[in-house]
């Protein structure tokens, strides 16, 4: 068994790096790895509870909005820590915007993965 | 060494690998739209390549996510994404 | 007033939301009180959204495509972005018309109005 | 007099158009223009309340958070419509997450403006 | 018609401006490491220069927000930002 | 584990956040637990960022580069990012170091960990 850590700084809708980050972290968690995201930037905005957009395709990248995505992997066993600053930045009020399970932390969190883990993806 | 190599992040992310007699080059998101000239082993994330209906060049081959996971627990990675 | 609208696209597709939302700008500006003309033009990185290859269900381009032809609306290919990236026009999907550098470029400065996305 | 409207597709963070927005219409309200904004795609994001970015330069972007730039465009007189499409998707909750005078509309709205407005910038 | 061009709509932007004989060209934001080959006459948005310690050449004209905003009152705008 | 980490600030500076946000990621992780040693390398768009004009102040860069002086970490601007722009040597502010296409891309291949802004 590996852990792998992923850095996530891409937002819910302007690039796909989320969903490349869900997908990655989907995999290992199916052949049994460790998973943490630190989510910095704009990936604060990615597990923001209640979002919407009605008549996406079942084939495409909103099936499921990215929160549900990583609300999944939290209930798989996956560590989602947010940076705090990034949070606050972004107005984002944490116990009301997040789902349960999304961690709010700061860098020194991040200093840790990259310590512990057997693997980083930046992303 | 498993480098992935998206489209804004080639321009450092190529000139990388391509010193690398070890590089295996895996394109993803955008970057399966390059066609790098370099002599590492090419592959390209499967499901990026369907939705943007690109037609890989023979040397490209296809790979899942479950293989791109299986390669990095294998060897390092570096992201260029 | 009615106004004559060319709406850009300009980023690839997929992973980013600017073509199927830039697509679905076009149509309601399209559909509003005024029922403005629009032109879309996929110039830049969009030029690949406009390729018949694309999976237009898997990125939201089907219903927004559909609405904007009801509304008269015209979606154009940029020759000179196609150009630039290898693109050709037996790529391009039938729906879109390949427009040369000159027209493309002409019909922006004629527009009333120009959105980009 | 003339009437000036904006269409901002970029967000808080990932550009300065929200910025570029914010100065313009600063001058166009400055010389007695009309202002009208409709923010789409990430635009929605900018005026969220309660955003802070500690310890920031006041010669900078963010020598003011860009909410309360929007707040003293629309204190001066400007219109500020966020997409509801755009809204929803992101999991702002309207009411809680914008201060007052920010309103939810729709594209109709867009529409509008672009056959009222004398010129409209898109950012 | 005064034309607003940024980088990553250079492309598009400046070819449009290129061919109308009333052209006045405005560099914004990272428009302003852009030295556009162009008979029109070019200003660069003062703010973003000096943030930037871009020295602009000698035929690129500084310009306030101010006069922008009033340049496009006087006349239509195209906007590639 | 203490780690070798490279950070690569790759985004033109202003509007975006990167640079600054970049710079604090990277005091932050030097400052951690572990004291992971770090580079940062200003490459593509970055190495405008690392130009002695450029208002750090204005950016919000002046307390992280502080910081991760403070923390030893290094900052290094791409020979081959700044040759493709045209930026000089002479342009690159004194605290930063300009490297060679090969060392850079050495360095990075050599690194245990890699992020990017």
């Known amino acids: 068994m590996a852990y792998i850590g992923f850095l996530l700084t891409g937002g819910p809708f302007d690039s796909e790096r989320w969903r490349t980050a869900y997908e990655l972290g989907r995999a290992a968690l199916d052949r049994g790895h460790e998973v943490s995201y630190f989510h910095y930037l704009d990936g604060a905005l990615v597990p923001v509870a209640d979002q919407t957009l009605p008549g996406c395709s079942d084939s495409g990248l909103y099936d499921e909005m990215p929160t549900e995505k990583f609300q999944e992997l939290i209930a798989d066993g996956a560590e989602v820590i947010c940076c705090g600053l990034c949070v606050d930045a972004r107005g984002i009020d944490a116990p009301a915007d997040y789902p349960e399970g999304v961690e709010v932390g700061l860098l020194p969190d991040l200093a840790d993965i990259i310590g512990e883990a057997d693997r980083v993806v930046s992303l | 060494m498993l480098y992935l190599i998206d489209k804004p992040m080639a321009e450092v992310g190529l000139r990388t690998a391509a010193e690398d007699p070890e590089a295996r080059i895996v394109l993803i998101q955008d970057g399966v739209y390059l066609a790098p000239d370099v002599d590492a082993p090419v592959s390209a994330v499967a499901r990026d390549v369907d939705v943007r209906g690109v037609t890989l060049p023979s040397d490209i081959d296809r790979i899942s996510y479950d293989a791109v996971v299986e390669s990095l627990v294998e060897q390092e990675v570096k992201s260029f994404v | ?117």
């Open chain 3, 1 to 117: 007033m009615k106004r004559d609208v060319v709406v850009l696209l300009t980023r690839a597709p997929y992973g980013r939301v600017h073509i199927p939302e830039g697509l679905r700008a076009a149509r309601g500006v399209a559909a509003g009180f005024d029922m403005h003309d629009v032109t879309v033009i996929f110039t830049q990185d969009g030029v690949y959204g406009a390729r018949d290859a694309v999976d237009r269900e898997a990125l939201n381009m089907s219903g927004h495509v559909a609405d904007l032809a009801e509304q008269d609306g015209q979606m154009v290919a940029d020759g000179a972005a196609m150009a630039e990236r290898g693109v050709a026009e037996r790529e391009i999907a039938d729906d879109v018309t390949v427009w040369s550098d000159d027209r493309v470029t002409a019909r922006i400065r004629d527009a009333d109005r120009t959105l980009d996305f």
